[in-house]
């Protein structure tokens, strides 16, 4: 499918999107499943507000498919340092050629069309929901902009993936439902897609929905909210390396979820706002008056609609497999219960600091204790990836100091074959944004504003900031130690980082600690390098992961002549065949689009 040049865009529009239960604001499976239907004419579908949140559901259901969360996990994961090969990766070559960074244009892996065909399912809604207010009285006008918010939030996430991924793309904020439009857009530039991403959500962000009822407590994550609009402005304007205005909407996320704990007397989604070791942040707790630890793993990652979540796609386990669709992308490349591992693996960088105590190359060096993420991404014992697949794990506390936890785990989520299908029944959520991820945005853009020198001028400049940036990383840090309150021992220390170089380190680390198998660690890399105009960083991570060629990473990344092109994909070959703007405008460093690495 050829995504926004299909000459049947609007029949795959309307064939995939129109059907869903009218009671969609129902339950979660309501509102995520979506029965075939074929051939309506557009204007005869859009009479009443249940038609457009039929389509509205569509544009979630589309988001949640396989290919669009395959992509999710490859783009953000595979060209970095957290993962190399797992079990039965062969069954991928595509795949494979991924992590071993032989990337041409014929990978299928650089398609994009499930993003486009959410974009254009979102330009839609936009352009017809207006006329079913105008003759549907139950369809208010605050409702209208609340739709309108919403679908342009999520068509403004795709082409935030987009740009991070490929740079320039094409653009259009019309939608395609004419065989006669003229769809062979040219790319619009990295500089300018950002800009009007910026601008859309700015205007839209004051209409969208800010709270969901209790009765309907998944939507609060399972659907675009005004704190997820804020979420996505805090990344955008650190990407623009705007960072007042990070920093900005990165407290209004933080404040909207401490009011929201508040409002649900501190118990929505388990959150807990008594841990002294959060700091007053809102975070979930992990049991911190106990001898084991590790349950905000259970409640954010494997139960769901957790209070620390911002935004999140959700899913359900059942093997009829006639409710929402399951997270079958994670249970093939991270694990299920029929395999040790994935096609994925954590890296041995990752790994290996499980018998390393004062030079790990992931956890803080410093952490004699146990960092409980260690055991909640990984499975040691297996060398698996736990994060997402895993249903429970349990941390013991041995309470002496170098000595390693007790780790028990729950089972595996299920594989099964229907009518010789693979099915993958994974209903861990997907998750798009939480706060520890948008606290560190926040501190990675005061590391940003910090003044370089030794002076006093600028050390009483870089005083306040350092502080604060650390007491962002301090506190998501502390709930990872296995140990009790009564007794903690602080792990990271303050005066270690004193310099903006050494803060600016530390929040890297902890992003990658914190965040890992989540799609961020591959664009995070790629923020890094764009706003240092080099590629230095980004080589000496890559080349710690077995099976790299440190020679090919530096020749490849490293060149003045395709190093920062390299950090972006090349556009997929069926596309340039039929849109002469992006054969003109190929990724240079890959060239003709056959890559010239030596394996």
Known sequence: MITILNKNIAKCLVGCAIGAASSVMVSCSDFLEIPSRSEIILEEFWNEKAD?????????????????????????ECRADNVMAGINIDKDANLENVLKENITTKNPYTAWDGFYTVINRCNTV??????????????????????IAEVSALRDLCYFYLIRTFRDVPYSTVAFTDDDQIMDLAP????????????????VQGNAIKRYPTNKAAYQTGRITRCAIWAMLCEMYLWKRDYDKCISYADLVIEDKKEQLKENNSSYGMGQTTDQRLLGYPLVSSSSYSSTFGSFYNSIFIAGNSSETIFELLFDENQAGNTMLGNSAVGLFYGNSTVSKGYLAPSSSVIGDASKVNSRSVYA??????????????????E???????????????????????????????????????????????????????????????????????????????????????????????????????????????????????????????????LMFEGKRWYDLVRRSLRDGNTNELCRIMSRREGTNSQYVQNFFGSPTTGMYAIFWPYNDEETKVNKNLADAQNPAFGSGESNISK
């Open 384 to 514: 698996s990836i736990n994060k997402f697949v895993c249903r429970s794990v349990t941390i013991s506390d041995n309470a002496t100091r170098n000595a390693k936890p007790t780790v028990s785990y729950g089972s595996k989520f299920q594989y099964a074959k229907i009518k010789d299908v693979d099915h993958y029944y994974t209903s861990a959520p997907w998750i798009i944004y939480r706060v520890p991820d948008i606290m560190l945005l926040k501190a990675e853009a005061l590391c940003q504003k910090m003044r370089d020198g030794s002076d006093a001028e600028v050390n009483a400049y870089n005083a306040p900031l350092l502080a604060e940036a650390f007491e962002l990383v301090k506190a998501i840090n502390n709930r990872s130690i296995c140990q009790q309150a009564s007794s903690m021992t602080d792990v990271l220390l303050e005066r270690n980082y004193n310099t903006r170089a050494t803060m600016e380190a530390l929040v890297m680390a902890e992003r990658q600690r914190e």
């Open 188 to 203: 619009t530039s990295f500089d300018t897609v950002l800009d009007s991403l910026i601008t859309d959500l700015e205007n």
């Open 52 to 76: 457009v949140d039929n389509i509205v559901a569509g544009c979630y259901s589309r988001m949640q498919s396989d290919d669009v969360i395959r992509r999710l996990i490859v783009w953000g």
């Open 365 to 382: 060096d410093a952490n004699y204790y146990a960092d409980a993420r260690l055991y909640t991404n990984c499975n040691n014992d297996e």
């Open 126 to 147: 936009i352009k017809y929901a207006p006329g079913v207010a105008a003759s549907d009285p139950g369809y208010t006008q605050s409702e209208l902009k609340a739709t």
